[in-house]
């Protein structure tokens, strides 16, 4: 018999060398589920701090307002107002929609002037709102959020908070330096002068 053939028949190395060879594979299964387990902890970790990145990353949000009130508003930050979903700040999360609120003439379309504030917020600082059914235009809402205020705290919500500039807006008919004249109401506020752009 050949060395090989020994080795190949001989019970007691072949057991030692099975019993190796599995004791090999529990090792190495075990080594494998246990890096698999550290690469999901891993991966789990990275997307939760993702998440949480883009909870407090800054983004753009629309606020439509007279221009009068965006004086205010850069000088000294929101006040707050009462609108369908409560007191507080209402917000576009997008500005075509913010532009098409603007040229309506705002939440009662009196609105003669309108100015579209951009503010940079994170969006922890908005709720979504959810219309009530009864409401007459709850498919308008799609797209606004709030930041909630109390009307008894007098402290206003500083944010950063700019115009928008013309040139951002020029895709679109009725901005004239950085307010929109709503075509039906330029009549009725013609003595009054432009917001300074």
Same mark, same amino acid.
């Given at each position: @018999?050949?060395? +090989?053939?020994?080795?190949? %028949? ?6 030692? =060398? *099975?019993?190796?060879? *599995?004791?090999?594979? *529990?090792?190495?299964?075990?080594? #494998? ?44 930050? %929101? ?6 979903? #409560?007191? #507080? ?13 603007? =040229? ?19 969006? +922890?600082? %908005? &709720?979504?709102?959810? $219309? ?16 909630? @205020?109390?009307? &008894?705290? $007098? @402290? $206003? ?23 929109? +004249?709503?075509?039906?109401?330029? *009549?009725?506020?013609?003595?009054? $002068?432009?917001?300074?752009?």
């Amino acid at each position: @018999m050949t060395a +090989d053939e020994e080795e190949m %028949f001989n019970p007691w190395k072949n057991g030692r =060398k *099975a019993a190796w060879n *599995a004791e090999s594979y *529990a090792e190495e299964w075990e080594k #494998g589920y246990r890096q698999g387990v550290e690469d999901n902890i891993v991966r789990d970790k990275a997307a939760r701090e993702a998440e949480e990145r883009a909870r407090l990353s800054k983004r753009p949000y629309y606020h439509v307002t007279s221009p009068e009130s965006a004086e205010n508003i850069i000088e000294i930050g %929101f006040q707050g107002g009462w609108g369908d979903d #409560g007191f #507080g700040v209402y917000v576009y999360d997008n500005l075509p929609d913010a532009y098409a609120y603007a =040229k309506s003439g705002g939440w009662d379309g009196e609105l003669t002037r309108a100015v579209i504030l951009e503010l940079q917020a994170v969006p +922890d600082d %908005f &709720d979504a709102i959810i $219309p009530d059914p009864a409401w007459p235009n709850p498919e308008d809402y799609e797209t606004v959020l709030i930041h909630r @205020m109390d009307e &008894d705290d $007098p @402290m $206003p919500w500083e944010v950063d908070v700019s115009i928008i500039d013309r040139s951002e807006l020029s895709q679109w008919e009725g901005f004239r330096g950085s307010s929109l +004249d709503i075509p039906e109401k330029v *009549a009725e506020s013609a003595a009054e $002068p432009p917001f300074p752009g």
